[in-house]
Nanobody, 118 residues
Framework: QVQLVESGGGLVQAGGSLRPSCAASGFTFSMYNMAWYRQAPGKERELVARISSDGSTYYADSVKGRFTISRDNAKNTLYLQMNSLKPEDTAVYYC????????????WGQGTQVTVSS
């Protein structure tokens, strides 16, 4: 069965860096577009970044220039390098597989908490 397991969140001071990862299993990882979403308390879940099967990327304006999404198909792992973190980046970060047919997320990980202190 499809599994997405995030790790690498934590507590960091403003201006610091974190690199969450998402280990995928149960499907052919290299064939799928993948994405990172986040949800802050009291807010809706929002798209942070996505990466296609061919490696092309998209970033939300709020993280452009600070975050980098990448993938290692040999390790079936998705990454999110987060630099210059701000308190407003505090959220639970989720990785998601995007459906080949609809482009919408069809599987989610359990999430990893990222907290940025000021």
């Amino acid at each position: 069965q499809v599994q997405l397991v995030e790790s690498g969140g934590g507590l960091v001071q403003a201006g610091g860096s974190l690199r969450p990862s998402c280990a995928a299993s149960g499907f052919t990882f290299s064939m799928y577009n993948m994405a990172w979403y986040r949800q802050a308390p009291g807010k809706e879940r929002e798209l942070v970044a996505r990466i296609s099967s061919d490696g092309s990327t998209y970033y939300a304006d709020s993280v452009k220039g600070r975050f980098t999404i990448s993938r290692d198909n040999a390790k079936n792992t998705l990454y999110l390098q987060m630099n210059s973190l701000k308190p407003e980046d505090t959220a639970v970060y989720y990785c998601a597989r995007r459906s080949i047919y609809t482009g919408r997320p069809d599987y989610w990980g359990q999430g990893t908490q990222v907290t940025v202190s000021s």
